[in-house]
């Protein structure tokens, strides 16, 4: 499992105060502690004003960089602003996101042909969000169908079939896992993401959605994810996932995060 540490993130309040006041102090500690956790990125997303965002984007980039030796997973709905901070990385990473929303392929995609980035694809355009897998799939393929005339290889791509809020659509999962198995079956390299976060928003005790989310999701093909590294509930789970689908070679994995003390309840 590709893990994408979210906790950076500028539409998190603690993490927004904090980039607005400049506080390095506060932010570095969560690119340390991300990494220490067992992170393979770090998501950096500024969440500020358009007007200011390509700025505070790369002054965040550049702390982060510096904070910890892990590469980023550079942030924006806007993909002139990933654009402009794209020369400023000092390591190679994953571009979010992209889709089929008019600019987007169109901007990013020339940029990163001939890098070892790798890109999460939203599997939208400027319609919207499918409401069923099929038309989601529809999308996957002419992404797929882009990164091939850009010379993009396919495991360079994380493909995000975007997870509904559970509150407002019953099917969240199982649209979100039709289309995860799909992906996996018509692609041997593809990766398949999800900010895990996102199927709970709304509800009380949101880890337990995430938590239940995270092992279907696993089930279904999902083999990266954007999610709270910190949690040391979820890393445990993610690992015990992987273990009993046969994913983890003698519980090695699993084993190991225990002895790193990565993985255990959130209360001691």
């Not at 220490?36 to 790369?58: F, H, N, P």
């Not at 938590?211 to 999610?227: C, S, T």
């Not at 040391?232 to 789970?237: A, D, K, N, P, W």
Request: charge should be negative; hydrophobic fraction near 45%.
């Amino acid at each position: 499992m590709l893990l994408i540490g979210e906790k950076l993130n500028g539409f998190i309040p603690s993490v927004g105060k904090a980039i607005r006041a400049k506080d390095e102090a506060f932010l570095r500690d969560l690119a340390v502690r991300q990494e220490a956790a067992g992170a393979d990125y770090l998501d950096v997303c500024a969440a500020v004003d358009s007007e200011i965002e390509a700025d505070t984007l790369r002054w965040l980039v550049e702390l982060a960089e510096d904070a910890s030796s892990l590469p980023l997973c550079i942030d924006s709905p806007n993909p002139q602003v990933l654009a402009s901070v794209l020369p400023y990385c000092k390591r190679v990473g994953i571009i979010n996101s992209v889709s089929m929303e008019s600019g987007k392929i169109e901007t990013l995609f020339p940029l990163i042909a001939d890098t070892n980035w790798k890109v999460i694809a939203l599997l939208c355009s400027n319609a919207g969000v499918p409401e069923r897998a099929e038309g989601r799939l529809a999308i996957f393929a002419q992404i797929r169908a882009a990164a091939k005339d850009y010379g993009i290889s396919e495991d360079r791509l994380l493909i995000d079939p975007i997870v509904h809020t559970l509150s407002t659509d019953e099917t969240a999962l199982s649209t979100f896992a039709e289309c995860a198995g799909e992906i996996r079956k018509r692609s041997s390299k593809a990766h398949v993401v999800s900010g895990l976060s996102n199927i709970s928003y709304g509800l009380p005790v949101r880890p337990l959605i995430n938590h239940a989310f995270l092992l279907y999701a696993m089930q279904a093909g999902m083999n990266a994810a954007i999610l709270d590294v910190l949690d040391r509930e979820m890393i445990g789970l993610m690992h015990a996932g992987a273990a009993l689908l046969g994913e983890d070679e003698y519980c090695m994995d699993y084993i190991t995060a225990f002895r790193e003390n990565r993985i255990g309840p959130l209360k001691d």
